[in-house]
């Protein structure tokens, strides 16, 4: 479920998910591309030349993909204000980097929300309400705690917790 917060806006953003993630070809992909290097379909105002013809040309994976809002957040980071990944190799790295981060970030939130779907015990609803807390989605983040985060304990602890939730989402599909 998107997160009216933080919208993908592509508008906003400078292609992202289409320069960082590799591509493998496939039925998802018309191409090969190493993460880093922009698809060859990315235009200079970093809007894609074959959007309103992915699924024919190859790119369904395209369609599918959501950053969950990453890709705007990161290019409105105060440190790449007026910058692009396109300036120099230092700066891509910073922002793919960020990037891969941060989507991690929304992607946990979003579990987190799924989960209090289910059926939890008090023991576990708290769990998650104090979890959720911990994130803290709409933090001003930035490259340094975004790189902080990945290597940190609440990204480890969201993890186990929605592995232990096994049992709920069984019950809540019975
Ligand atoms: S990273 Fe997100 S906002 Fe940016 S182009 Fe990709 S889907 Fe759109």
Redesign the pocket.
């Known amino acids: 479920m998107p997160d009216s917060r933080h919208p ?3 508008s906003r ?1 400078q ?4 320069v960082y993630p590799a591509f493998d070809t496939s039925e998802m992909f018309g191409l090969d591309k190493p993460s880093g290097e922009a698809c060859p379909h990315l235009g200079n105002s970093y809007r894609c030349t074959i959007h309103a013809r992915l699924g024919p040309s190859g790119f369904r994976g395209c369609e599918l ?3 969950l809002g ?3 957040r990161i290019i409105a980071l105060p440190e790449f204000a007026g910058r692009s990944w396109r300036d120099d190799a230092p700066t891509a790295t910073a922002m793919f980097s960020a990037f891969r981060a941060l989507k991690q970030v929304h992607e946990l939130a979003e579990f987190l929300v799924t989960a209090g779907k289910l059926p939890l015990s008090t023991e576990q609803r708290n769990q998650a309400a104090a979890l959720t807390a911990e994130l803290d989605l709409d933090r001003d983040w930035s490259g340094q705690t975004l790189d902080a985060f990945e290597r940190s304990g609440p990204a480890l602890r969201i993890r186990a917790f929605l592995v232990s939730l096994r049992d709920a989402a069984t019950r809540a599909h019975e």
């Not at 292609?15 to 289409?18: A, E, H, I, M, V």
């Open positions: 993908s806006d592509c953003c292609g992202l998910c289409c993909y959501d950053c990453a890709g705007p």
